[in-house]
Nanobody, 128 residues
Framework: EVQLVESGGGWVQAGGSLRRSCAAS????????IGWFRQAPGKEREGVSC????????YYSASVKGRFTISSDTAKNMVYLQMNSLKPEDTAVYYC?????????????????????WGQGTQVTVSS
C-alpha cells in the first residue's frame, strides 16, 4: 500500500522557519519524484516544489524560490521541505505527492493533475 505521511506543520510568526517532512512507503522510492503542494482557503491547490529522487533535480515556484529548500534522504525514504523567511501568505494546508519521474516532463512538475499519490495534508499557519 502506497503511503505518504507528512509531519512538521504548525504555527510560526512571520520571518520564522518550519521544516516539513514526508515519509514515503509502498513504492520504489528512487523511481519517483516527490512534490510539495499547498492550498490556501478559497484558492486552488498550487505546486510549491519538486525533487526527482534519482536525479536530485529540484524545482521551485517563483513564490518560494530562495526561501524554501527541498531535499531527500533515500536511506529513509524521506523528503523534506525547509521553509525559511515565512510570510503570512504562505499559510495553507501543505501536501506531499508522488509520481513516477518518467511520467513527469520538466514543464509539468508543479502541476497537481500530474501526481497520482497524495498525503493527507497538514496545516501551516504564519502569523503577522
Amino acid at each position: 500500500e502506497v503511503q505518504l505521511v507528512e509531519s512538521g506543520g504548525g504555527w510560526v510568526q512571520a520571518g520564522g522557519s518550519l521544516r516539513r517532512s514526508c515519509a514515503a512507503s509502498g513504492f520504489t522510492f528512487d523511481d519517483y519524484a516527490i512534490g510539495w503542494f499547498r492550498q490556501a482557503p478559497g484558492k486552488e491547490r498550487e505546486g510549491v516544489s519538486c525533487i526527482g529522487i534519482s536525479s536530485g533535480r529540484t524545482y521551485y515556484s517563483a513564490s518560494v524560490k530562495g526561501r524554501f529548500t527541498i531535499s531527500s534522504d533515500t536511506a529513509k525514504n524521506m523528503v523534506y521541505l525547509q521553509m525559511n523567511s515565512l510570510k503570512p501568505e504562505d499559510t495553507a494546508v501543505y501536501y506531499c505527492a508522488a509520481q513516477r519521474a518518467a511520467l513527469l516532463p520538466m514543464s509539468t512538475v508543479l502541476r497537481t493533475d500530474k501526481y497520482v499519490y497524495w498525503g493527507q495534508g497538514t496545516q501551516v499557519t504564519v502569523s503577522s
